[in-house]
């Protein structure tokens, strides 16, 4: 005896994909991270005389006209400054401290950071600018 040939169609619900492509959507949204970095507004100094130092050593410090201190995107104190930059310069033969600091800032509060840090190791200090095109 033959058996009737049965074609079975496949159904696939099409109104429950727009369902599930928004709550993916929704899922996406809410776990990626969101970029929480801040911009900071420093106006560096200009000088005639600059040169470039290769940033493979460098240890960089952002210091606002307010006197606060920055590094990698998050206010620091002196001492957790002065910490990770001995963390730092462990693993560098020539570390370069390089100061970024707003033109508008008093050298008294650079000063005090270069002192903090100079207590416990010699330190090589690069202070940044911008290129002056007035001659």
Do not use: C, W
Request: proline share 4%; glycine share 2%.
């Amino acid at each position: 005896m033959k058996l009737p040939d049965v074609k079975l169609k496949a159904k696939m619900p099409v109104v429950a994909m727009g369902d599930i492509a928004f709550l993916l959507l929704v899922f996406f949204l809410v776990t990626s991270a969101l970029d929480q970095t801040r911009k900071l507004e420093i106006e560096i100094p200009a000088a005639k005389n600059t040169i470039k130092i290769p940033q493979d050593e460098v240890f960089n410090i952002f210091i606002d006209k307010d006197g606060k201190i920055y590094y990698k995107d998050s206010e620091k104190n002196i001492f957790e400054l002065q910490f990770l930059y001995l963390k730092h310069a462990s693993f560098f033969k020539n570390p370069v401290i390089q100061i970024i600091a707003d033109k508008d800032l008093p050298f008294e509060k650079v000063d005090i950071i270069l002192q903090t840090l100079r207590k416990n190791t010699k330190i090589k200090v690069a202070f940044s600018s911008k290129e002056d095109k007035d001659e």
